[in-house]
């Protein structure tokens, strides 16, 4: 019991004070789960492509790792509930509050603006750092370049461009060697498929919430371009995983509190399960050929949508500032959330 109350603990004070999503998370909680000889140095790194290859958030496929290896079971759900909470709540409160927050005022637009450039440079920085495991070779280049034009230029559903990416993948491995819902209430389903897409992290789903949020065409809410942006700049000033603040923020502008907890839960459920599933028979998992074939298929279209998110935002943002960030969290000069705050900084002085 007492070994599930620190991990608890650590794992909710990670998800409380880091900022930068899942991948700052996972590099945090290596450092502070190898200090306690729960896991080896490096160990979490090491099983990031399999992370990156599960459905759902790095955060919570880190928290369900470290748990299960903990407790089994058990110690993977409290892991995902340490990690979630402090989202949940300081989210529920931005969303609650975002009406009276004051983004006409010049120096917060600056603050903004900086903010949207250091999302953008850290999605170009995670995306060229994936780059070499996602697209090994030139098939993956092809499925890359078909899966972003069809994500942003032809405006095809996330969904069927990468069920047709895995379908193709699987195809190519075995063969011969040579508005869905009418109600808010209904509307909260959405965040499951969520769960099973967000392939790589929170970033990879900025496209879908566009496609279903923004904009005076999207079947929810309907909300400003801007409005967005300005989001997912607080998402990343903010502690915790970047999807789930997202989740809590929509799911709070359809059904209140009671919706800000169900779309978080509904989010971080299929991921967690399928991520608890699969590390608990790793080595089978590691060696299948149908999941190879799936990583294969999947993890092109994850370049693709970072690459999507990237074209999302780089209208938004400084291309100065944004190459000066992605450049910096790449070589590590700085740490993720050192480079946002400066950037805000930056953002107040550029106005």
């Known amino acids: 019991m007492k070994k599930l109350c620190v991990l608890f603990y650590e794992l909710f004070k990670i998800s409380l004070f880091v900022i930068g999503g899942g991948y700052s998370i996972l590099t945090v909680a290596d450092e502070v789960f190898s200090k306690k000889?729960?896991?080896?140095?490096?160990?979490?790194?090491?099983?990031?492509?399999?992370?990156?290859?599960?459905?759902?958030?790095i955060a919570t496929h880190t928290a369900v790792y470290v748990g299960n290896k903990l407790a089994g079971k058990l110690g993977a759900a409290i892991g995902v509930i340490a990690v979630a909470i402090p989202s949940i709540v300081i989210f529920t409160f931005v969303?609650?509050?975002?009406?009276?927050?004051?983004?006409?005022?010049?120096?917060?637009?600056?603050?903004?603006l900086g903010l949207r450039s250091a999302v953008t440079g850290v999605i170009l920085s995670a995306m060229f750092k994936n780059w070499p495991k996602s697209l090994p070779d030139k098939n993956a280049y092809a499925m890359m370049i078909v899966a972003f034009f069809a994500i942003a230029v032809l405006k095809i559903n996330i969904v069927y461009v990468i069920i047709a990416s895995i379908l193709t993948s699987i195809a190519r491995e075995y063969a011969p060697k040579g508005k869905v819902f009418k109600s808010n209430a209904l509307a909260l389903l959405i965040f499951l498929k969520y769960g099973l897409i967000g392939f790589g992290g929170g970033f990879v789903l900025v496209p879908v919430y566009i496609a279903d949020f923004v904009g005076p065409t999207s079947p929810y809410l309907n909300i400003p371009v801007e409005e967005f942006s300005n989001l997912v700049a607080l998402t990343q000033m903010t502690p915790g995983p970047t999807a789930v603040n997202n989740a809590t923020f929509f799911g709070y502008r359809l059904l209140g509190v009671p919706g800000a907890i169900?779309?978080?839960?509904?989010?971080?459920?299929?991921?967690?399960?399928?991520?608890?599933?699969?590390l608990r028979s790793l080595d089978k998992f590691k060696t299948s050929r149908l999941v190879k074939a799936l990583m294969l298929g999947v993890k092109p279209c994850s370049i693709a949508l970072m690459l999507s998110a990237v074209h999302?935002?780089?209208?938004?943002?400084?291309?100065?500032?944004?190459?000066?960030?992605?450049?910096?969290?790449?070589?590590?000069?700085?740490?993720?959330?050192?480079?946002?705050?400066?950037?805000?900084?930056?953002?107040?002085?550029?106005?």
């Open 37 to 57: 000889g729960w896991i080896k140095e490096g160990e979490l790194f090491e099983h990031l492509p399999i992370f990156q290859m599960i459905p759902g958030l």
């Open 95 to 112: 969303a609650a509050g975002y009406d009276f927050i004051p983004v006409e005022n010049e120096y917060l637009k600056g603050v903004f």
């Open 262 to 278: 169900v779309a978080s839960i509904l989010l971080l459920l299929p991921g967690s399960v399928l991520a608890l599933l699969a």
């Open 312 to 351: 999302a935002f780089a209208p938004m943002s400084n291309p100065y500032l944004v190459l000066l960030v992605a450049a910096i969290v790449y070589t590590k000069k700085l740490g993720v959330m050192s480079v946002i705050y400066l950037s805000a900084v930056i953002g107040v002085l550029l106005k």
